[in-house]
Protein backbone atom coordinates (compact mmCIF):
# COMPACT_ATOMS: atom_id res chain seq x y z
CA UNK A 1 0.00 0.00 0.00
CA UNK A 2 3.14 2.49 0.90
CA UNK A 3 4.65 1.42 -2.51
CA UNK A 4 1.26 2.71 -4.37
CA UNK A 5 1.03 6.36 -3.05
CA UNK A 6 0.77 8.12 -5.96
CA UNK A 7 3.09 11.64 -5.83
CA UNK A 8 1.58 14.14 -3.62
CA UNK A 9 -0.18 11.57 -1.58
CA UNK A 10 0.98 10.91 2.30
CA UNK A 11 -0.13 8.98 5.22
CA UNK A 12 -1.62 11.10 7.80
CA UNK A 13 -2.87 8.17 10.04
CA UNK A 14 -2.99 4.39 10.63
CA UNK A 15 -5.97 2.49 12.55
CA UNK A 16 -4.53 -1.32 13.59
CA UNK A 17 -7.84 -3.03 14.26
CA UNK A 18 -7.36 -7.01 14.82
CA UNK A 19 -9.91 -9.12 12.46
CA UNK A 20 -11.99 -11.76 13.42
CA UNK A 21 -9.89 -14.72 13.61
CA UNK A 22 -7.45 -13.18 15.83
CA UNK A 23 -10.71 -13.63 18.48
CA UNK A 24 -12.03 -16.72 17.52
CA UNK A 25 -8.56 -18.30 17.34
CA UNK A 26 -7.08 -16.68 20.18
CA UNK A 27 -4.37 -15.49 18.41
CA UNK A 28 -1.62 -14.82 20.89
CA UNK A 29 0.41 -11.80 21.98
CA UNK A 30 2.97 -12.82 20.85
CA UNK A 31 2.05 -13.44 17.74
CA UNK A 32 0.09 -9.48 17.88
CA UNK A 33 2.73 -8.03 19.30
CA UNK A 34 5.33 -9.36 16.44
CA UNK A 35 2.92 -8.69 13.72
CA UNK A 36 2.05 -5.23 15.19
CA UNK A 37 5.30 -4.18 15.50
CA UNK A 38 6.50 -5.51 11.71
CA UNK A 39 3.41 -2.89 10.51
CA UNK A 40 5.29 -0.31 12.61
CA UNK A 41 8.77 -1.38 11.31
CA UNK A 42 7.15 -0.98 7.77
CA UNK A 43 5.97 2.34 8.23
CA UNK A 44 9.17 3.78 9.97
CA UNK A 45 11.70 2.57 7.33
CA UNK A 46 9.03 4.45 5.14
CA UNK A 47 9.72 7.67 6.31
CA UNK A 48 6.37 7.27 7.83
CA UNK A 49 5.56 9.59 11.47
CA UNK A 50 2.12 9.56 11.57
CA UNK A 51 -0.16 8.36 14.35
CA UNK A 52 -1.30 4.93 15.05
CA UNK A 53 -4.92 3.86 16.17
CA UNK A 54 -4.62 0.81 18.32
CA UNK A 55 -8.71 -0.25 17.80
CA UNK A 56 -9.90 -1.88 21.52
CA UNK A 57 -10.14 -5.51 21.12
CA UNK A 58 -14.07 -5.86 21.37
CA UNK A 59 -15.79 -9.69 21.01
CA UNK A 60 -17.36 -10.76 17.52
CA UNK A 61 -17.42 -13.77 15.54
CA UNK A 62 -18.96 -16.92 16.10
CA UNK A 63 -17.76 -17.30 20.00
CA UNK A 64 -18.41 -14.19 20.83
CA UNK A 65 -16.02 -13.12 24.27
CA UNK A 66 -13.61 -10.88 24.11
CA UNK A 67 -10.17 -11.90 24.01
CA UNK A 68 -8.30 -10.02 27.34
CA UNK A 69 -5.03 -11.16 25.61
CA UNK A 70 -5.43 -9.53 22.45
CA UNK A 71 -6.39 -6.52 24.16
CA UNK A 72 -3.73 -6.76 26.65
CA UNK A 73 -0.92 -6.98 23.85
CA UNK A 74 -2.64 -3.51 22.25
CA UNK A 75 -2.20 -1.42 25.55
CA UNK A 76 1.44 -2.89 25.96
CA UNK A 77 2.39 -1.63 22.57
CA UNK A 78 1.43 2.19 22.95
CA UNK A 79 3.79 4.60 22.86
CA UNK A 80 4.46 8.39 22.14
CA UNK A 81 3.37 7.33 18.69
CA UNK A 82 0.53 5.09 19.25
CA UNK A 83 -2.58 6.14 20.66
CA UNK A 84 -5.31 3.43 22.16
CA UNK A 85 -9.06 4.23 21.50
CA UNK A 86 -10.61 2.08 24.40
CA UNK A 87 -14.33 1.71 24.69
CA UNK A 88 -15.03 5.61 25.79
CA UNK A 89 -15.60 7.43 22.70
CA UNK A 90 -17.15 10.38 24.96
CA UNK A 91 -13.72 10.49 27.22
CA UNK A 92 -11.61 10.25 24.26
CA UNK A 93 -13.38 13.20 22.38
CA UNK A 94 -13.46 15.45 25.40
CA UNK A 95 -9.82 14.80 26.00
CA UNK A 96 -8.98 15.63 22.40
CA UNK A 97 -10.64 19.07 22.64
CA UNK A 98 -9.55 19.91 25.64
CA UNK A 99 -5.93 19.11 24.74
CA UNK A 100 -6.25 21.03 21.01
CA UNK A 101 -6.42 24.61 20.71
CA UNK A 102 -8.00 26.59 17.90
CA UNK A 103 -4.38 27.00 16.23
CA UNK A 104 -3.15 23.50 16.38
CA UNK A 105 -6.19 22.02 15.29
CA UNK A 106 -6.10 24.09 12.12
CA UNK A 107 -2.85 23.22 11.15
CA UNK A 108 -3.43 19.66 11.19
CA UNK A 109 -6.93 19.61 10.27
CA UNK A 110 -8.28 20.36 6.19
CA UNK A 111 -11.27 21.99 5.77
CA UNK A 112 -13.50 18.57 5.42
CA UNK A 113 -11.43 16.73 8.54
CA UNK A 114 -12.21 19.89 10.91
CA UNK A 115 -15.58 19.53 9.63
CA UNK A 116 -16.01 16.10 10.82
CA UNK A 117 -14.49 17.19 13.73
CA UNK A 118 -17.22 19.40 14.99
CA UNK A 119 -19.63 17.30 13.56
CA UNK A 120 -19.04 13.73 16.14
CA UNK A 121 -17.76 16.90 19.01
CA UNK A 122 -21.34 18.99 18.64
CA UNK A 123 -24.03 19.41 21.53
CA UNK A 124 -26.53 18.09 18.42
CA UNK A 125 -24.54 14.94 17.45
CA UNK A 126 -24.06 14.18 21.61
CA UNK A 127 -28.25 14.65 21.92
CA UNK A 128 -28.85 12.76 19.15
CA UNK A 129 -26.60 9.83 21.11
CA UNK A 130 -27.91 10.25 24.28
CA UNK A 131 -30.06 7.08 23.71
CA UNK A 132 -30.69 7.28 27.26
CA UNK A 133 -33.55 10.08 26.35
CA UNK A 134 -35.64 7.28 25.45
CA UNK A 135 -38.13 5.30 27.66
CA UNK A 136 -37.22 2.33 28.37
CA UNK A 137 -40.45 0.84 27.14
CA UNK A 138 -39.14 1.41 23.66
CA UNK A 139 -35.60 0.57 24.41
CA UNK A 140 -37.12 -3.02 26.24
CA UNK A 141 -39.04 -3.49 22.83
CA UNK A 142 -36.55 -3.01 20.75
CA UNK A 143 -34.61 -5.64 22.34
CA UNK A 144 -31.68 -4.78 25.38
CA UNK A 145 -28.92 -5.80 22.76
CA UNK A 146 -26.27 -4.53 20.21
CA UNK A 147 -29.02 -4.82 16.99
CA UNK A 148 -31.79 -3.54 18.90
CA UNK A 149 -29.88 -0.21 20.40
CA UNK A 150 -28.53 0.05 17.09
CA UNK A 151 -31.80 0.15 15.46
CA UNK A 152 -33.03 2.54 18.24
CA UNK A 153 -30.18 4.82 17.65
CA UNK A 154 -30.72 4.93 13.89
CA UNK A 155 -34.21 6.24 14.28
CA UNK A 156 -32.48 8.88 16.58
CA UNK A 157 -30.19 9.51 13.74
CA UNK A 158 -32.79 9.79 11.35
CA UNK A 159 -34.69 12.00 13.06
CA UNK A 160 -31.91 14.86 13.79
CA UNK A 161 -31.44 15.00 10.62
CA UNK A 162 -28.58 12.68 9.16
CA UNK A 163 -28.65 11.49 6.25
CA UNK A 164 -26.62 7.99 6.21
CA UNK A 165 -26.93 6.07 9.02
CA UNK A 166 -24.67 2.35 9.05
CA UNK A 167 -26.11 -0.21 11.63
CA UNK A 168 -23.50 -3.04 12.12
CA UNK A 169 -24.86 -6.29 13.17
CA UNK A 170 -21.66 -8.89 13.34
CA UNK A 171 -21.07 -12.44 13.29
CA UNK A 172 -23.25 -13.06 10.38
CA UNK A 173 -20.35 -14.44 8.97
CA UNK A 174 -21.34 -18.28 9.71
CA UNK A 175 -18.22 -20.15 8.62
CA UNK A 176 -18.91 -22.42 11.58
CA UNK A 177 -22.32 -23.59 13.22
CA UNK A 178 -24.49 -21.14 10.46
CA UNK A 179 -27.93 -22.98 11.80
CA UNK A 180 -26.99 -22.72 15.76
CA UNK A 181 -25.90 -19.60 15.48
CA UNK A 182 -28.94 -18.17 13.34
CA UNK A 183 -32.09 -19.86 15.22
CA UNK A 184 -30.25 -18.55 18.91
CA UNK A 185 -28.48 -15.58 17.69
CA UNK A 186 -28.86 -13.63 14.97
CA UNK A 187 -32.45 -13.99 13.82
CA UNK A 188 -34.26 -13.59 17.38
CA UNK A 189 -32.41 -9.88 17.45
CA UNK A 190 -32.96 -9.54 13.69
CA UNK A 191 -37.01 -10.07 13.84
CA UNK A 192 -37.74 -8.00 16.97
CA UNK A 193 -35.32 -4.93 15.91
CA UNK A 194 -36.36 -4.22 12.33
CA UNK A 195 -39.76 -4.71 12.71
CA UNK A 196 -39.74 -2.22 15.09
CA UNK A 197 -37.23 -0.11 13.79
CA UNK A 198 -39.76 0.53 10.58
CA UNK A 199 -43.08 1.52 12.71
CA UNK A 200 -41.38 3.41 14.98
CA UNK A 201 -40.30 5.53 11.39
CA UNK A 202 -43.55 5.25 10.09
CA UNK A 203 -45.16 6.51 13.26
CA UNK A 204 -42.95 9.90 13.15
CA UNK A 205 -43.36 10.02 9.59
CA UNK A 206 -39.78 9.59 8.72
CA UNK A 207 -40.54 6.10 6.86
CA UNK A 208 -41.60 7.50 3.04
CA UNK A 209 -38.41 9.40 3.28
CA UNK A 210 -36.11 6.71 4.80
CA UNK A 211 -34.75 3.81 2.34
CA UNK A 212 -33.80 1.39 5.20
CA UNK A 213 -31.54 -1.67 3.47
CA UNK A 214 -30.72 -4.61 5.20
CA UNK A 215 -27.96 -6.68 3.06
CA UNK A 216 -24.46 -8.16 3.46
CA UNK A 217 -21.63 -7.83 0.05
CA UNK A 218 -22.15 -11.24 -0.71
CA UNK A 219 -24.65 -14.61 -0.18
CA UNK A 220 -23.93 -17.25 1.23
CA UNK A 221 -22.64 -20.69 -0.28
CA UNK A 222 -25.41 -23.54 -0.70
CA UNK A 223 -23.99 -26.33 0.47
CA UNK A 224 -23.21 -26.75 3.67
CA UNK A 225 -19.02 -27.32 4.75
CA UNK A 226 -17.76 -29.62 7.20
CA UNK A 227 -18.53 -27.78 10.04
CA UNK A 228 -21.95 -26.78 9.15
CA UNK A 229 -21.16 -23.20 8.22
CA UNK A 230 -22.09 -21.39 4.71
CA UNK A 231 -19.10 -19.61 3.12
CA UNK A 232 -19.00 -16.39 1.01
CA UNK A 233 -21.05 -16.92 -2.12
CA UNK A 234 -20.91 -14.08 -4.78
CA UNK A 235 -22.99 -15.25 -7.60
CA UNK A 236 -26.41 -14.75 -5.95
CA UNK A 237 -27.84 -13.25 -2.72
CA UNK A 238 -30.76 -11.56 -0.84
CA UNK A 239 -31.34 -8.00 0.04
CA UNK A 240 -34.23 -6.56 1.93
CA UNK A 241 -35.96 -2.80 1.13
CA UNK A 242 -38.34 -0.85 2.98
CA UNK A 243 -39.21 2.87 2.82
CA UNK A 244 -38.24 5.25 0.52
CA UNK A 245 -41.07 4.79 -1.65
CA UNK A 246 -40.30 1.46 -2.38
CA UNK A 247 -43.85 -0.63 -2.89
CA UNK A 248 -44.81 -2.88 -0.48
CA UNK A 249 -45.03 -7.27 -0.64
CA UNK A 250 -42.66 -7.38 -3.98
CA UNK A 251 -40.29 -9.95 -4.36
CA UNK A 252 -37.83 -9.22 -7.30
CA UNK A 253 -35.73 -12.02 -9.19
CA UNK A 254 -35.16 -15.62 -7.66
CA UNK A 255 -32.84 -18.31 -7.88
CA UNK A 256 -32.75 -21.75 -9.18
CA UNK A 257 -34.01 -24.08 -6.79
CA UNK A 258 -30.63 -24.70 -5.57
CA UNK A 259 -30.79 -21.80 -4.79
CA UNK A 260 -27.21 -21.19 -6.25
CA UNK A 261 -27.41 -18.38 -9.32
CA UNK A 262 -29.80 -15.91 -10.75
CA UNK A 263 -32.98 -17.77 -12.70
CA UNK A 264 -33.45 -15.19 -15.51
CA UNK A 265 -32.51 -11.83 -15.37
CA UNK A 266 -30.41 -11.00 -12.62
CA UNK A 267 -30.43 -7.73 -10.30
CA UNK A 268 -27.38 -5.75 -10.33
CA UNK A 269 -25.24 -4.13 -8.01
CA UNK A 270 -25.13 -0.77 -9.90
CA UNK A 271 -29.34 -1.56 -9.98
CA UNK A 272 -29.31 -1.32 -6.31
CA UNK A 273 -26.79 1.27 -6.51
CA UNK A 274 -29.57 3.33 -9.11
CA UNK A 275 -32.33 2.68 -6.68
CA UNK A 276 -30.69 4.08 -3.57
CA UNK A 277 -29.76 7.41 -5.66
CA UNK A 278 -33.15 7.49 -7.36
Given amino acids: ALRSLRPGYRVTHVVWHQGENDLRFETSSKVYQSSFRSMLGALREAGVEAPVFLAVATACGSVRRENN ?3 AAQRALVDDRTIFLGADTDALLDKALVEMDPKARAEIMNTFQQKAFELVTSTETRKAFDIAEESDKLRDAYGRHTLGQS ?4 RRLVQA ?3 CVTIDHQNWDTHYDNFKVLKNDLLPHLDMALPLLLTDL ?3 GLLDRTLVIVMGE ?5 RVNQYAGRDHWGPSNCILLAGGGIKHGLAIGKTNARGERPDGDPTSPEDLAATMHY
Fill in 218 to 222: FGRTP
Fill in 161 to 163: GVR
Fill in 202 to 204: DDR
Fill in 69 to 71: EVA
Fill in 151 to 154: CLLA
